[in-house]
């Protein structure tokens, strides 16, 4: 009678989700390569090769392959609502009573899953998601009394990888002129708009999960937002920049060498990493040092050159100082009392041929 009861109270509240949740779920839905285990207690008596307890694989076409039932759509469905379905076959189809059913499903293993990014991201196009294996992470076991205490093995996973910021961090992350209030999510035929600004202001975000064939499109402004401008969520934490200082003496600071810095640095602060500035004022001041950025988009190049002491003096000018993007070239310049120090030194030199011999020799 406890379990006509608590079958009765099951149905009802699984009749209860079923009617709340909409034909579109934004909630963690299944997609093709997901596995799930279902489990029917009823099925004990039964012989092994009959039952329908077991792990089973959502198929490439987004169904799940139930022995004795035709296939069953899944993807798209939550866990739920593939478990109350399941439950319906098997009564309709005459292979259990309703007082003897009860049937779980649960996850146990999020497989990967293809997506794909446009618009203002730094690294557009496909991604494949893929998450931690369950054999890595060691299941939890818990004691149920109702099972005499038997352990139970709780397996599953935290999909953190199919989530909406996720994907976007993998797609490189936004960049500064992306509308981060207004991001699209489009899944089949039907659209969602997104706003993320959360994620930089720390107020609630709607981030949502993924699944197979999902689309995004981040709209691009035609301002940079300077907000966007820093490591978050949606946004890198360092990237890459290309540092070349061949001045005298400075050129300790870089060969053409790969440099990671912090997103959200700018011109200036790469100059001083690679030694273009400081040291002797009457020779140094005057240097001179170019910026070289690539639009990942149209492949146009386009080329800064200052003054490192104007540089400096304005770094709070956005258009004197702008901000590093990844993939960057910084070359610095000797300026020109260097370069006529360099031109007389090398006059010496040809003149006074016996200075050179002594140098060769003795230095």
């Not at 009765?8 to 209860?16: D, G």
């Not at 070349?244 to 060498?257: E, V």
């Amino acid at each position: 009678m406890i379990k006509g009861l608590r079958f009765s109270i099951l149905t009802s509240v699984a009749s209860v989700v079923m009617v709340l949740i909409p034909a579109l779920s934004w909630a963690l839905p299944l997609s093709p390569g997901d596995r799930i285990r279902i489990s029917v207690p009823a099925d004990d008596a039964i012989p092994e090769t009959y039952r329908f307890s077991g792990i089973y694989e959502v198929n490439l076409d987004g169904t799940l392959q139930v022995p004795f039932l035709e296939p069953m759509p899944a993807a798209g469905l939550e866990v739920a609502q593939v478990q109350q379905q399941l439950t319906e076959s098997l009564v309709s189809g005459g292979l259990f009573r309703p007082q003897f059913l009860q049937v779980t499903a649960q996850v146990v293993d999020w497989g990967p899953v293809q997506v794909t990014v446009a618009g203002a991201a730094f690294e557009p196009g496909r991604i494949l998601v893929t998450d931690q294996a369950p054999s890595e992470s060691a299941p939890r076991e818990i004691a149920i009394e109702e099972a005499e205490n038997e352990p139970f093995i709780i397996s599953g996973e935290y999909p953190v990888g199919r989530y909406l910021t996720a994907v976007l961090r993998r797609a490189g992350g936004l960049t500064p002129k992306a509308d981060i209030e207004n991001i699209r999510l489009i899944r089949g035929d039907e659209e969602k708009v997104v706003d993320l600004s959360g994620v930089l202001s720390g107020e609630p975000v709607e981030d949502i999960p993924l699944i197979a064939g999902d689309q995004i499109v981040v709209p691009e402004l035609t301002q940079i937002q300077p907000e966007l401008v820093r490591p978050s969520q949606v946004t890198p934490s360092a990237i890459a920049i290309f540092l070349s200082n061949q001045t005298d003496p400075g050129s300790g600071g870089g060969n053409g060498d790969v440099t990671q810095v912090a997103y959200g640095s700018r011109f200036s602060q790469a100059v001083v990493a690679a030694q273009c500035a400081g040291g002797t004022r009457s020779t140094n001041a005057n240097r001179r040092v170019t910026l070289i950025q690539t639009n990942r988009s149209t492949g146009q190049t386009e080329v800064f050159d200052r003054k490192v002491e104007d540089l400096l003096r304005n770094s709070n000018d956005t258009e004197i100082n702008p901000y590093l993007m990844p993939e960057d070239s910084i070359v610095c310049y000797d300026s020109a009392v260097t370069n006529t120090s360099g031109v007389l030194d090398f006059i010496g030199n040809i003149l006074n041929p016996f200075r050179t011999l002594r140098s060769i020799f003795f230095d």
